[in-house]
Each structure stands twice: as C-alpha cells, then as structure tokens.
C-alpha cells in the first residue's frame, strides 16, 4: 500500500521514529528526574508512572463521550496539555504536584483518544474533499492508533474508510488490498457492519476492475447483511450500486 505513496511513507516512518524516541525518552527521561529529586527511592517512580497511566485512563473514558467534530480543536487541546503537563513535572517541588502533573500531560496522549481525532480529522478532509492524500495518511495514523489501544473494531472501520477514500482516487489495488484486510479484520472481531460496509465498497471495486461475477457476490453479501442488521443506509446504497452492475453488464454484452 505504500509503495510509491510518498504520504503514507513520510507517516509510518515519521511514526515509528517518534514512537521509538518517546518509549524510551519517557521513562527513561522520568527515571532521572526521580533519581535527581528523590535519590535512591524507586517508589516515587512507580507512583508517577501509576499517575499517568491514570491519566491515560481517565483521558479516555472522557473524551469517548465527547464529540469529535472539531478535531484540530482537540488535538491541539491534546498536545497543548501534553506540553504543560511535562513543564510541570519539571518544576513541581513535591511528588503531589508531580502526579498531578504526569497526569495532566497523560490526559490527552492515549493512544486511542489519538487515533479517534486522527479518524475524525481524515473524515472532516475525505467528506469535504479537501485533501483525499492527506485523509489517507490521518487513517494510517487512527489505524495505527487502534491497533496500539487494541481496539480492533474501530481499526476494521479505519480500513474501510481508507479502502473507500482509494476508490475515490482510482488507486483500485490499494482499495481492494484495504477493503479485504478490512473484511478479514471484521470477521475476527465480529464487526458485522464494518463486515457488510466493506463487501460493499469491495463490491463497487470489483465492478471498476470488470469483474462483474464477484461484484454481484458482494453486494448480494453486503445487501442481506446490511438488511439483518437494519443497517438501511447502506441496504440503499448496496441497491443502487447493483444497479450499476446492470448496466455494467448489459454494457458488456452489447
């Protein structure tokens, strides 16, 4: 998928280096500022990590409540808190302060709380159509995100909408190669929506690429899931789509 895509390429090295930087700077970076302040007990290490995973947490179970229709608004939110956080774990003059501020910076750096402003942004560009390259690259990210979190449903999702926003763009095998990633992801999760949004848009990719027999299995698929699950949106948008395919085969046979 990243061959010869030098935006999908710039994010998952970018990524993987940072990512690989901050697992080490993090800790590494808190256990000397402990053993600077408080020489020789490792307690204090323990308590500070323990106060950012529950900001991590706590930054979760809230912001899965909140709405992401601003998400610029929130990742900058994100990384502002982050900053002030980690500048005050710097000067904090006791361990209270110190929790207190690990925890503010842990707040809005979940994996999971990223990768859903990441998922939120790469919608707000692909809907708009704004920038169809750089919604790819932001579901790379969300996808990436969801995996570290271990949501693997919302990950199935991810993979659906980048297989989509690669139809949009003509670039069929990325679509396709996304779209069955996504199925399979879906299946072993039990995702079923994502499952029948998937064979849909696979459906729509199999007709571009003239393959008509496989179009009609999923959409025929993607309509009676879509139908059990009372998912009509999507029943409509099946419908139509094998409305294409008919015309697409009267076409091929004149």
């Known amino acids: 998928l990243i061959k010869g895509n030098p935006p999908l390429k710039y994010v998952l090295y970018s990524k993987a280096v940072a990512s690989g930087c901050w697992n080490i700077v993090l800790p590494l970076g808190i256990a000397l500022l402990v053993q600077k302040v408080f020489p020789g007990d490792v307690r204090v290490y323990g308590w500070i990590l323990a106060a950012y995973g529950t900001g991590n947490l706590a930054g979760a179970l ?34 209270p302060l ?66 989509a926003t690669f139809a949009t763009l003509g670039r069929l095998a990325d679509a396709f190669d996304c779209l069955e990633l996504a199925i399979e992801l879906g299946r072993a999760v039990g995702n079923h929506r994502s499952v029948a949004v998937a064979l849909e848009n696979r459906g729509a ?10 179009a009609e299995s999923d959409l025929a698929q993607a309509l009676a899931r879509a139908e059990s699950l009372r998912f009509r949106r999507l029943a409509e948008a099946a419908r139509v789509e094998r409305l294409y395919l008919a015309l697409a085969s009267r076409a091929s046979t004149l």
């Open 62 to 95: 809230v912001l899965s409540n909140v709405s992401m229709d601003r998400p610029y608004r929130t990742m900058g939110l994100g990384f502002s808190l982050l900053g002030a956080g980690f500048v005050g774990l710097t000067l904090a003059p006791n361990l």
């Open 98 to 163: 110190m929790m207190l501020a690990v925890a503010l910076a842990a707040g809005l750096d979940d994996p999971w709380v990223r990768a859903r402003a990441s998922h939120a942004l790469a919608y707000v560009l692909v809907e708009e159509g704004a920038d169809l390259e750089a919604g790819v690259a932001r579901y790379v990210e969300a996808a990436e995100g969801y995996r570290r979190a271990g949501d693997l449903r919302r990950e199935a999702i991810t993979l659906v909408n980048r297989g």
């Open 205 to 214: 990719v199999h007709r571009m690429l003239g393959d008509l027999d496989a």
